[in-house]
């Protein structure tokens, strides 16, 4: 007796839904990462501001917190372009009948050392310029 042919599988609404929760977390994430940029990069002023009311000279430019912030507003503006693509392909596979294949975690290695770095490239920034 012959095998049936297989069928492709149907993506259900529960298929459907998680690829948009997914997504969203990711929008979420990339979200947090260029409000936290911001933050960043305005902290350079702030340091500036308190030494102002100490009636002390700035003896250090507090330029650094720019650029950390900037890379932080960059990866998460590269994050969200990334999910929305990757959002985008899966939802077609889905419509398409074929089973998502699984995608490389490298990716997100990638992100969770850049940010590791960041966080330590900003805790030496921050000990080196002691109020």
Same mark, same amino acid.
């Given at each position: 007796?012959?095998?049936?042919? #297989?069928?492709?599988?149907?993506?259900?609404?529960? *298929? =459907?839904?998680?690829? #948009?929760?997914? &997504?969203?977390?990711?929008?979420?994430? $990339?979200?947090?990462?260029?409000? &936290?940029?911001?933050?960043?990069?305005?902290?350079?002023?702030?340091? @500036? @501001?308190? @030494?102002?009311?100490? *009636?002390?000279?700035? @003896? %250090?430019? =507090?330029?650094?917190? +720019?650029?950390?912030?900037?890379?932080?507003? /960059?990866?998460?503006?590269?994050?969200?372009? !990334? !999910? $929305?693509? %990757? %959002?985008?392909?899966?939802?077609?596979? +889905? *419509?398409?009948?074929?089973?998502?294949?699984? %995608?490389?975690?490298?990716?997100? +290695?990638?992100?969770?050392?850049?940010?590791?770095?960041?966080?330590? /490239?900003?805790?030496?920034?921050?000990?080196?310029?002691?109020?």
């Amino acid at each position: 007796m012959e095998k049936p042919a #297989e069928t492709a599988a149907k993506a259900g609404l529960s *298929d =459907y839904l998680a690829a #948009e929760r997914t &997504f969203l977390a990711w929008i979420r994430t $990339g979200l947090a990462l260029m409000g &936290f940029g911001f933050v960043v990069a305005r902290f350079g002023l702030f340091l @500036q @501001q308190l @030494q102002a009311l100490r *009636d002390v000279v700035p @003896q %250090h430019r =507090y330029g650094l917190s +720019l650029w950390f912030g900037t890379a932080l507003l /960059a990866a998460g503006v590269i994050l969200i372009v !990334a !999910a $929305g693509f %990757h %959002h985008f392909k899966l939802v077609r596979e +889905l *419509d398409s009948g074929e089973l998502p294949r699984s %995608h490389p975690a490298v990716p997100a +290695l990638i992100l969770a050392l850049f940010l590791a770095l960041v966080g330590l /490239a900003m805790s030496i920034y921050l000990v080196s310029t002691r109020i």
